[in-house]
């Protein structure tokens, strides 16, 4: 499924969303690579999409979602190349062809089933890779928290193993960022993770003392590690105005999830991407209480969306978008899921369909008000 498709394919009587408009006509396919997007009359031997929409191939910046399939349940461990091809399945069929494994580098002994498995993970995606079984194109992103000990030199390690295009610098102790009470701490992680009161206690504690003695110079050293790499650099969480000068001391690119809408404008006037969560659109809000992706995209503080843990709500988001926000047109709201995460991440070679761009393409039809993959091509190979 990694091939590169080689013949003339040619995709006809579709809704061709462009960067900037939509038009009807056909896009022509010649080894993987877009030729053309013209109208009037069709080529022979054209596929006929039958009015559906044409969309570039989504591009996901931040799932764990490949987690939940190594992880099913508290305690419970699947075969982790298994857990990576299954992951692939469902992100592909959701039309994302471009998909950057969010993978924690948490080193943190004391937190069961809380500290990652980047390296295991990553072993396992190079070996669904070189099996030649992967559908859609997997980039690497290490969410790397701040507050522990060994979190440099385990990042840097990997760096070294593998190639890695995306690092977020993130901090969950206990009164920071998005757990701005302890409580709301033990809550989520205890339902998340179905650890005791007792192993929480302990990681209450180890937390708040690592990120009193540890944040910081971690910060600094995973800063330091990024930008001779050219690893494109993600804040997490920001909150308040000190967050977001740290992120533009820091030369970040991306905000992920900012909490406020004060740290969404702040960065968004900086010039840092703001990202937020599709299911966070799609619900209406977001389930912890934190800043509405709908609002900052009425403010024009709305960058990027991700599916985050819902690999359905990327493509469900920028049609959903337009009903919420009828100024924002479809073009705009779907460069909201393709061509601005692209460029956010220096992918220039694709997030749109134009000439000379990669030929990752998705059929959708709508079921009522609910958009639908129903094809789905990458490099002008079919995947889903």
């Known amino acids: 499924m990694s091939e590169t498709g080689t013949g003339e394919q040619i995709f006809a009587n579709a809704r061709i969303v462009l960067a900037d408009r939509i038009l009807e006509g056909h896009v022509q396919v010649v080894g993987g690579t877009i030729r053309s997007v013209d109208t009037g ?12 929409y044409l969309l570039p191939g989504l591009v996901e910046l931040h799932t764990d979602h490949v987690e939940g399939h190594l992880a099913p349940r508290p305690r419970v461990r699947w075969n982790p190349v298994s857990a990576v091809v299954a992951h692939d399945a469902q992100i592909a069929a959701s039309g994302i062809t471009t998909v950057f494994d969010s993978l924690r580098v948490w080193p943190d002994k004391k937190a069961v089933g809380m500290d990652g498995d980047a390296p295991l993970l990553l072993e396992a995606l190079a070996t ?10 997997h980039l690497v992103h290490l969410r790397c928290e701040v507050a522990t000990d060994t979190v440099v030199e385990d990042a840097a390690a990997i760096v070294a193993a593998h190639k890695v295009q995306l690092i977020s610098l993130m901090d969950h102790t206990p009164g920071q960022r998005q757990f701005a009470s302890t409580e709301h701490f033990r809550s989520y992680y205890k339902k998340k993770s179905g650890i005791t009161d007792e192993e929480l206690d302990v990681i209450v504690a180890t937390r708040m003392d690592y990120h009193t003695r540890l944040a910081r110079p971690n910060r600094q050293g995973l800063v330091a590690l990024a930008h001779p790499n050219g690893i494109v650099l993600a804040s997490h969480d920001d909150a308040t105005p000190e967050h977001v000068a740290e992120a533009i001391g820091d030369g970040i690119a991306i905000a992920e999830f900012p909490t406020t809408v004060e740290a969404a404008r702040l960065s968004h ?3 840092i991407r703001v990202l937020m969560g599709a299911p966070n659109l799609v619900r209406g809000g977001s389930h912890t209480g ?20 819902v690999p ?4 469900w988001a920028p049609f959903d978008l337009t009903r919420r926000v009828p100024t924002i047109s479809l073009p705009e709201a779907v460069r909201l899921v393709t061509k601005n995460p692209a460029e956010a991440a ?10 000379g761009k990669r030929s990752d393409l998705v059929r959708v039809a709508m079921a009522g008000d609910i958009p639908v ?8 190979q079919r995947v889903a």
């Open 373 to 380: 993959a129903r094809a789905v091509w990458r490099e002008g």
């Open 41 to 52: 009359a069709v080529p022979a031997g054209a596929v006929d999409l039958e009015g559906d």
């Open 128 to 137: 669904a890779r070189a099996a030649g079984v992967l559908r859609a194109d």
């Open 346 to 355: 220096s992918l220039s070679d694709r997030g749109e369909i134009a000439p």
């Open 312 to 315: 359905a709500s990327l493509l």
């Open 290 to 309: 934190n800043a509405s992706a709908e609002d900052l995209a009425r403010q024009g503080l709305l960058d990027i969306l991700s599916s985050d843990y």
């Open 269 to 271: 006037e900086a010039g």
